[in-house]
DNA sequence: TGTCAACCTCGACGCATGTCGAAATCACCG
DNA sequence: CGGTGATTTCGACATGCGTCGAGGTTGACA
């Protein structure tokens, strides 16, 4: 569960991240990162990750995502593991349930990555 | 060029957007928002946002896009049009090149729906 | 007007992805 | 130990997506 990291560590904790306002994105940076942004732009993944991101507690049960959505829990299950191998999520198994928390590093990588000058505005 | 906006300009200007940690992303705006991260949910299509994103002048020729990459030209064209029918890019034809240009105000909101509080470091 | 260069659209091709039902795994509990 | 509920994995299917070559459109220029 807490083991599916097919994004590496090192490139999780590297930070990346100037905006891309101002430099250029190289390219092996790209590839993780669109990894993760591919992650979130699926309308359901995206609201996964809300839900988890703004759990009270800094956690949420996978028996509480399920029933807020009307596919089934098998695809609940695949867009799970979607995040977690994006690195935006991480999860842990306690007694019958799996608990699933944010991994606030890549988001914040992510936000600086997409950040605006305020001056810039159109 | 510059008319091809899919997504509504109402929903582009409509802030979304309070971080996804404070405050879960109702549905509607989760389908708007998840086709601006798949956009850039592609390694060629991240490259070349943060090329347009971070261009001296604050546009770019197409004719310089095209050489930084070995896919053929058509391919960069089809990205530029899925980065345009996302909100993320404006295009515009001047003389025999076509320019394109960031649109800070959807890029600005995908960054605050990211951003995470500092003291919630792991 | 004809030609050339830049860029886009069209049609086609494989590969990736979202979805499901069935079956496996894990943990509790009687 | 056997049963039950929660979750994941597996296998299959239809659809979507990245890529290309061929051909069309637009504008410059002789």
Redesign the pocket.
């Given at each position: 569960?807490s083991k599916s990291p097919v994004v590496s560590s090192a490139a999780l904790e590297t930070p990346c991240c100037t905006p891309m306002a101002q430099q250029r994105i190289p390219a092996p940076a790209a590839a993780t990162l669109a990894q993760a942004f591919?992650a979130l732009g699926?309308p359901?993944r995206l609201q996964l990750m809300s839900m988890i991101a703004s759990a009270p507690g800094g956690e949420i049960?996978?028996?509480d995502l399920?029933p807020a959505f009307t596919?089934?829990?098998?695809?609940?299950?695949?867009?799970?593991?979607?995040l977690r191998e994006a690195g935006l999520i991480d999860?842990e198994?306690r007694?019958?349930?799996?608990y699933y928390r944010p991994r606030p590093g890549l988001m914040r990588q992510l936000s600086t990555l997409l950040a605006v000058e305020e001056s810039v505005t159109v």
């Open positions: 569960m591919k699926d359901i049960c996978v028996c399920t596919i089934s829990g098998t695809t609940i299950s695949h867009h799970l593991k979607v999860g198994r007694a019958s349930w799996v």
